[in-house]
């Protein structure tokens, strides 16, 4: 036993230190005390059976598991799913540092430390312990894992149906990750046809199903809100607040009460919404805050994104090559568009930094000539200047009590 767990932990030396830093950073987050956030339960609470529409799918599934799920059991439940998340992600991170040779490995280690250890990625999760978020990571995850093998690939338009039930925004957030990673096989696979339809399809199903749950998704309420809501706290077994239920009152039952406490009259004119929604943007301390904080913490990283990018670019062989390339560096401003739309923008930061990271990642397990060169080329110029890149760790890294969410 003494000798084969050294051998083990060698063996494992990558996966074990990508699971510990996450563990860590998820230990310093989560208030073991209280749990998840308060109005986070009803998102494992609501199901199908009180209407068809987005937000519903974790409810059902915890619904097929127990009848009567506590606040303990929906905190386990949230626990085991971060904890899988971290298990899968780590697991995932060292296979592709173990298949990258000669100097590049030295590369992807230092690219995985800032993957695993930087403010606006896997802080999130357990920043806000219990939200829905996580799931739609997964969801992308496992459809960019498929992406790749010719049979499961075709299973892509069923995650992303997933993904978008589980939250609607999923299709302009996560989805994007899943559309590049396919739009790149396009553009470097041989047999390009069943991409091209995988592509498509998935990109249909969504957009579709995103709209089902903007327009039609308010008017499939089975019951009163009253009743669900009493139904709610009758599976808890405890009082559930307004503040709470009202998630499911708005997205489940279109009352307009959320937009007016803003100032905002969703019936008004394009041009008058667009200015009071600004206006409460630019008058609320806490998102202009958020604005400037996240901004800050997001450059340098992107930045140094936006520069390998921009030099994979030159380097391609093709104009489509540089098509799919110039779509990568812009992706994170569907970003942007999820910020507008919920005003969380901390909280949507993320998916735009994990884009570029899963990405990258792609690129790695795919051998991209483009961009081993310019990590290779980077490199060489970072050679004898690992006080910069510490820098830039530490503003990334540093950045993780910007957090909060708009409530």
Known sequence: MKTKLPVFIEKCKYELSAFLLLVIQACMNIDFRNGMN????????????????????IGSLVNLLTDKPTLTWINCFAAVVLLLTFIITSLLIGRVIKSTEGRLRTVITVFSLFFVSGAFTFWGFSKFFGILDIYMYLFTVVSVVAARNRIFRWLIPVFCIGGVLVNYIFT?????????????????????????????????????????????????????FEEMWQLMEDKLGSEISYDAATYYEFYLYGTEEHSVSYGIDMNASVSDFIAAFSRYLFETAHNSRDFVTVTIGVIPILGVFWYIWGKCIGYAETKFKK?????????????????????????????????????????????????????????????????????????????????????
Request: net charge positive.
């Open 172 to 224: 302009i957030s996560y989805y994007p990750i899943i559309a590049l990673v396919l739009l790149y096989l396009v553009a470097t696979s041989e047999k390009k046809a069943g991409n091209v339809i995988v592509l498509l399809l998935s990109g249909a199903v969504s957009v579709a199903l995103m709209f089902y749950c903007l327009i039609i998704g308010k008017t499939t309420a089975t019951m009163p």
């Open 38 to 57: 308060s109005n986070f339960p009803v998102y494992y609470l609501a199901d199908f059976s009180m209407g068809k529409t987005s937000r519903l799918l």
């Open 323 to 407: 098509f799919v390339y110039l779509c990568i560096m812009a992706s994170p401003l569907f970003s942007v568009v999820c910020c507008l739309l919920s005003t969380d923008i901390a909280r949507w930061a993320a998916p735009g930094i994990f884009t570029q990271f899963i990405l990258g990642y792609f690129m790695f397990v795919c051998r991209d000539k483009p961009f081993e060169e310019t990590l290779l080329g980077l490199r060489a110029k970072l050679k004898g200047k690992a006080f910069i890149v510490l820098i830039v760790w530490l503003v990334y890294a540093s950045f993780f009590t910007s957090y909060t969410i708009t409530g």
